[in-house]
Structures are given as structure tokens and as C-alpha cells.
């Protein structure tokens, strides 16, 4: 209505020039009219000067001067003509003023009316007796506080009188001088702060006021990222390798071949985790094309008749079977490259360690998926027995918080002996699988080309399953893929691996 009234009239006149009158003339609160006129400035609507005015109030005591007169007068006519005793005159007074006003006022105006009507030697006192000193007084006082009400000028020494007297004081009115901004339009219209469809196909968009962007708004709190449960256990069980003094190996290929996942292992090419029910094989490209040749000679040996003290399987090994591409089904593929890759230097002793993504092409379901994390550590160096590998075994699980350990024999086509490795489980009251180990077989290490008296001692487990038991998932699909809840990653506790 205001916002109407202001705009309208800036259609056929310059300016509002002062919205203290403007607000009198169309009967609208000015508070309200103030508020609108900022509205519309803010817009570029209109532009808005300020305006400041003084203003003169009148007190509560000079408003009752406009009315009955000033105290002082008051008294001077309660004066008789013939003085009187001063015990009297309040009273005579009180007798006087208007019925209307209350014992207090009365008082008030008899004290100061005495003491104003003496200062103005209207009124004297002598041997206890007041009389009038002039004949006739004139109410100036009221006179100058009905042209103040009016908004009238008045002299500034009549002003500070006034003031000292506490009858006035002043106050600052505020208001605005409005012209057309350079937004103006005779009714405002709403800017729209999203384009959507139907701007478009009515074609509305041409015409279309745009809320202008705030880059000021503060917008959305963003979201810190979170990290996933599996995240933060391996990079606990990094640092237990990193504090057992183990170097990280390259894993970065999931695409691996043949030869470097199974047969460079002493795994024969019949051996059923080959067939394509365990492996994902690659169609593009099927085949690697660059093998070390020497060495590949010399796994062929091996394969089909051994060396090294060992008769070998016995069969014709294939080139064919070697070359085929394939994701890699264990990160013992990487240790396998890692190790032939130091027996081509003098030898030195390492320690070696890995987390990363394997692929199996095996059924899902609660405890299996596709594709999985093996955590591998390996220790490569002369005179290592199976007491070491315990030895190790126990340090680094007693890390993870697994000191209760138990050990069961068991085959790998890479290692011998093997073992695979058992916890205690608190919770569940039960022996659980926890990973596999061994040490590898002369078979494998001896065509790499390491010296006869170096041996390599290695383990491996999956990411997995000390991250469900550690985080009480049962079910892996719950842990990692597209049925994840993906709160679970904001949700999650810090990992506490090794705490009990
Ligand atoms: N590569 C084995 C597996 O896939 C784990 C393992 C690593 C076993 C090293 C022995 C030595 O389970």
C-alpha cells in the first residue's frame, strides 16, 4: 500500500521532498513509510536522501503551562491585592488551581511558581508577608511554549531559558527526500532468482528480471569429507609396517599377466585358480607383449623340470597361457616383480609391504566380493627359517591388536612350508582365519636369479576382515561397493586398531 502510494506518486512528480509531510498528506504511518523507503533505496527503486530535522518537545510540566498558565503567573494571581501571610499562600494556591490536577502537581507548581515569581520580583517578601510588586504580568512563558508546539521559531535565548528550566528538549527527527531511482518502474517487480523450463519454452526468459547473485551469502555449509572405515585401517596397518621398518611396493597395475600372477610363482597353468570361474581375464588388450625372456626360459624350465633340487611338474608349459592379460588375483604378483627385480643388483635385504585392490571372479555374498584388498608384507633376506616368519607374524598381529595366535598347515603352489594364520576372536569366543603365509619356494626365488642362501619370508591377508570385525560388519557388502550407506562413512568411529 505505502510501497504503492510512493512509487505511484514518483510517476508524475520529481520527488517526495520530505517524507515526515508526504506521510501526513496520504495519512500514512511514517515508521512504515520509512520502512519501504529503505526497501525500495535498497533496490535502486528510488534513491533516498536523508533528511535530519530538530524538533522542540515540550515536558510534561510545560504541556500543563500551555493549559493553566506557567506556575509563576499562577502564584503572582494568587496573590491578594492586599498580600498575605507566606504559611498561607500554598494553600491559598492549591485553592485555586484547577481541581483536576493531583496534590503532587500542585505542590511541584507551587515551588516553582514561588520561586520563578520572585526571581522575576513580581512577588516580594517582608516580616512574613507576600504581596504583589507589579500590577500586571504577561504569561510570556506560555505564550513562547503554545509557538514552540506550533513549530513556530523562537529566539535562542528564549530556547535556552526553556531549557534550563527542563520545560523543552530537543529531538532529532529523521526522514528521507525520495527521487526515482535508476531501477524505477511505477510498480516494483519481483526478481526471479532461478531459470527454469518454462522460462524457456514461453519465452518468458527475455523479459525476465534476475535476482542479482550474492557472492557476499554465506550458502551452504559444506560437507568435510569423511574417510572410509577400510581407508583408515589400512592406513593404520601402514604405519605398523612403516614402524616395523617395511618399504611400500609400487601396486599401481590391476592389470597383471599371466606369467607374473602364476607362473613366475611356480603355479602350474593346470592349476584350477586359473580357470576363468577364479580369474577375470582381459579381452583388449588379451595378451601382455614384453616378459624378460632369460627369466622366462627359465620359469619354462623350472615348470617342466625343475632344477634346484626339484623335479618340476613335469608338462609342457605354455607361452600362450603365460601371456594372457588378466586382473590380478593377489598382490603376490607385485612381490613376485619386486623380487626378481632386486636379484638383478647385489643383493640386499628388504623388507617389503603392500595394500591394495585384488580380483576375484567368485560368487558374492556376506564374507566375498569381486574384488577385495590384500594387505602383503614380505621379508627377503640370508639364514631366514619358519621361526622367523612366526616370529614376525606374532609382532605384526600383536600390532593390530590379535596377540593370540595360532598356526595350521596348508598349501600354496609358492610357498612351503605354508601356513595359515588363526586369531583368537574375543568377541565371537572363536578361532577365525585370518590370513595365509609361507615361505617361498627355491622354485620361485632361485630362476629370479637371488643368491642360493637368501630366502623370503611373506604373508597375506584381506583388508576386509579386520575392518568388518573391527567396525562389527557381517556383511562386506555393507563395507564396500554400491549397497554401501554412504552416512556409514560420516558416521564411523576412529579406527582404534591394536587398542584390545
Ligand atoms: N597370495 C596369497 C593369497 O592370495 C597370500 C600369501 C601371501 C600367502 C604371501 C603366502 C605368502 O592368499
Redesign the pocket.
Known amino acids: 500500500m505505502a510501497e504503492e502510494t510512493v512509487l505511484g506518486h514518483l510517476e508524475h512528480n520529481q520527488e517526495i521532498p520530505d517524507s515526515g509531510v508526504f506521510s501526513q498528506e496520504k495519512g500514512i504511518n511514517h515508521d512504515e513509510l520509512v520502512n519501504v523507503i529503505k526497501s525500495l533505496n535498497g533496490f535502486g527503486l528510488v534513491i533516498a536522501a536523508d533528511i535530519k530535522r530538530e524538533k522542540w518537545l515540550l515536558s510534561d510540566e510545560a504541556q500543563s503551562y500551555v493549559k493553566y498558565g506557567s506556575a509563576e503567573v499562577l502564584i503572582f494571581e494568587a496573590v491578594p491585592a492586599e498580600g498575605t501571610a507566606k504559611a498561607k499562600l500554598q494553600d491559598i494556591v492549591k485553592s485555586k488551581l484547577p481541581a483536576d490536577l493531583d496534590d503532587n502537581t500542585k505542590s511541584l507548581i507551587y515551588d516553582k511558581g514561588w520561586a520563578q515569581a520572585m526571581k522575576n520580583k513580581w512577588i516580594g517578601l517582608a516580616d512574613s508577608q507576600v504581596s504583589q510588586k507589579v500590577e500586571h504580568v504577561e504569561d510570556r512563558v506560555k505564550d513562547l511554549l503554545i509557538q514552540i508546539q506550533n513549530g513556530e521559531a523562537v529566539g535562542a535565548k528564549d530556547i535556552d531559558a526553556l531549557k534550563r528550566r527542563r520545560l523543552i528538549s530537543l529531538q532529532i527527527w529523521k526522514g528521507y527526500s525520495v527521487k526515482k531511482g535508476p531501477n524505477y518502474a511505477p510498480k516494483r517487480r519481483k526478481a526471479v532468482t532461478d531459470l527454469v523450463r518454462d522460462h524457456l519454452q514461453r519465452d518468458e526468459w527475455k523479459d525476465i528480471e534476475f535476482k542479482e547473485y550474492n557472492f557476499l551469502a554465506k550458502g551452504q555449509p559444506t560437507e568435510g569429507g569423511c574417510l572410509h572405515p577400510l581407508y583408515k585401517v589400512k592406513l593404520q596397518i601402514q604405519m605398523i609396517f612403516l614402524q616395523m621398518g617395511f618399504e611400500e611396493m609400487p601396486t599401481n597395475n590391476y592389470v597383471e599377466s599371466s606369467f607374473w600372477n602364476f607362473d613366475a610363482l611356480f603355479q602350474p597353468q593346470q592349476h584350477p585358480a586359473r580357470d576363468s570361474h577364479d580369474t577375470f581375464f582381459l579381452k583388449v588388450p588379451s595378451t601382455t607383449n614384453s616378459l624378460p625372456e632369460e627369466y622366462v626360459e627359465r620359469v619354462k624350465t623350472v615348470h617342466e623340470s625343475g632344477g634346484y633340487g626339484s623335479r618340476g611338474y613335469g608338462y609342457d608349459w605354455k607361452r600362450e597361457e603365460a601371456n594372457k592379460n588378466l586382473l590380478r ?4 604378483a607385485v ?1 613376485t616383480r619386486m623380487l626378481y627385480a632386486l636379484a638383478q643388483g647385489p643383493f640386499t635385504p628388504k623388507r617389503y609391504y603392500s595394500i591394495d585392490r ?1 580380483f576375484r571372479n567368485e560368487a558374492v555374498d556376506r564374507t566375498h566380493l569381486a574384488e577385495f584388498h ?1 594387505i ?1 608384507g ?1 621379508i627377503c633376506d640370508r639364514g631366514l627359517s619358519l621361526g622367523h616368519l612366526r616370529g614376525v607374524l606374532e609382532d605384526f598381529f600383536s600390532r593390530i591388536g590379535m596377540s593370540k595366535l595360532k598356526f595350521k598347515p596348508a598349501y ?1 603352489p ?2 612351503e612350508p ?1 601356513m595359515e594364520i588363526f586369531s583368537y576372536h574375543e568377541g565371537l569366543k572363536k578361532w577365525v582365519e585370518i ?4 615361505m ?1 619356494r627355491p622354485e620361485m626365488l632361485r630362476p629370479m636369479g637371488l643368491p642360493e642362501d637368501v630366502q623370503v619370508i ?3 591377508l584381506s583388508l576386509e576382515r579386520p575392518t568388518m570385525i573391527l567396525y562389527g560388519i557381517d556383511n562386506i557388502r555393507d563395507l564396500f561397493g554400491h549397497k554401501v550407506d554412504l552416512s556409514l562413512t560420516k558416521r564411523n568411529p576412529i579406527c582404534r586398531l591394536g587398542l584390545n
Open positions: 588375483t593377489h598382490t603376490t612381490s585384488v590384500q602383503e614380505l600354496n609358492y610357498t605354508s590370513g595365509n603365509s609361507g617361498f611373506a604373508w597375506g
